[in-house]
């Protein structure tokens, strides 16, 4: 059993930056992929960022030019350093990590999850 434990949330102003962290458990850490998602308040979650094994990374369209996805497998961490921030990227993030290595943009493909950190931007 893999536990992932996102920090690094909170409120903030538009144009402002915010650094998320996801701790996991386990020792295999550095054979996961692993993902960031987020859900808004009536909407679906959706894949915001992913970084393979071997740290090849992907981006949804809207944070490819404000969000850095990066990972410390010496530390079981990864990071996702989100940069101008807008209101639109309100959400609760969640990480996610894949047993294969290998990231997609399918919530299916994650076998764990962590409980969510709760990012509010104000305008």
């Known amino acids: 059993q893999v536990q992932l434990v996102e920090s690094g949330g909170g409120l903030v102003q538009a144009g402002d930056s915010l650094r998320l962290s996801c701790t996991a458990s386990?020792?295999?850490?550095?054979?996961?992929?692993m993902g960031w998602f987020r859900q808004a308040p009536g909407k679906e979650r959706e894949f915001v960022a992913s970084?393979?094994?071997?740290?090849?990374?992907d981006y949804e369209d809207s944070v490819k030019a404000r969000f850095a996805i990066t990972r410390d497998n010496a530390k079981n961490t990864v990071y996702l350093q989100m940069n101008s921030l807008k209101p639109e990227d309100t959400a609760v993030y969640y990480c996610?990590?894949?047993?294969?290595?290998?990231?997609?943009?399918?919530?299916?493909?994650?076998?764990?999850w962590g409980q969510g950190t709760q990012v509010t931007v104000s305008s």
């Open positions: 996610a990590a894949t047993l294969t290595g290998t990231t997609t943009r399918r919530t299916t493909a994650y076998v764990y």
């Open positions: 970084i393979t094994w071997s740290s090849w990374t």
């Open positions: 386990g020792r295999a850490f550095s054979d996961y992929g």
